[in-house]
Structure formats: structure tokens, C-alpha cells
């Protein structure tokens, strides 16, 4: 349904649909890495083994429940899905 997290929007110029996106919630990750155990693309580690998600990346059309299931995976809720 239009307007729900995880799901695309229409919107723009030209009806075009918005992607989904994931952020992180700066100083929040702890390392657990249980996004990364969901989909390891996605949900990238940086070299210490926190979430290398950064504040604002795109969700590739089709994975955006893939996408709410790694937000949803982690236990301090270091991740969100943004309109």
C-alpha cells in the first residue's frame, strides 16, 4: 500500500516511483552485524565491524523487504527505513 514504510511511492515530476532507502542512526550501532546475517550487500561492515550503511543508501528495487527484515534484525535499532 502507497505510503507504508519498506513499500515505494509514487511521487515526482512524472509519477516516477521513489526508491526505498536505509539509514544509519548515527553512534547507535554496537557491531552486532545481525543486519549483514540478513543480507550482506545491503547491509555492508565497515572495517570494524560496524554497520557501513551510512545515513542515507538506496534500496535496489525488489529488496525492500529484505531491507525491513535487516532494519528489523537489529537488536538496538541502529537502522531505519526513510521515505
Do not use: I, K
Given at each position: 500500500?502507497?505510503?507504508?514504510p519498506g513499500?515505494p511511492v509514487?511521487?515526482?515530476?512524472?509519477?516516477?516511483?521513489?526508491?526505498?532507502r536505509?539509514?544509519l542512526?548515527?553512534?547507535?550501532?554496537e557491531?552486532?552485524?545481525q543486519?549483514y546475517?540478513?543480507?550482506?550487500?545491503?547491509?555492508?561492515?565497515?572495517?570494524?565491524?560496524?554497520s557501513?550503511?551510512?545515513p542515507?543508501?538506496?534500496?535496489?528495487?525488489?529488496?525492500?523487504?529484505t531491507?525491513?527484515l535487516?532494519?528489523?534484525?537489529?537488536?538496538?535499532?541502529a537502522?531505519?527505513v526513510?521515505?
Amino acid at each position: 500500500m502507497e505510503g507504508e514504510p519498506g513499500v515505494p511511492v509514487a511521487g515526482g515530476a512524472a509519477g516516477e516511483v521513489l526508491a526505498v532507502r536505509v539509514g544509519l542512526v548515527p553512534g547507535v550501532c554496537e557491531g552486532h552485524a545481525q543486519c549483514y546475517v540478513v543480507d550482506p550487500d545491503l547491509f555492508p561492515l565497515d572495517d570494524d565491524g560496524y554497520s557501513g550503511v551510512g545515513p542515507d543508501r538506496p534500496v535496489p528495487p525488489g529488496e525492500e523487504a529484505t531491507a525491513e527484515l535487516g532494519v528489523s534484525a537489529c537488536p538496538v535499532r541502529a537502522l531505519q527505513v526513510l521515505p
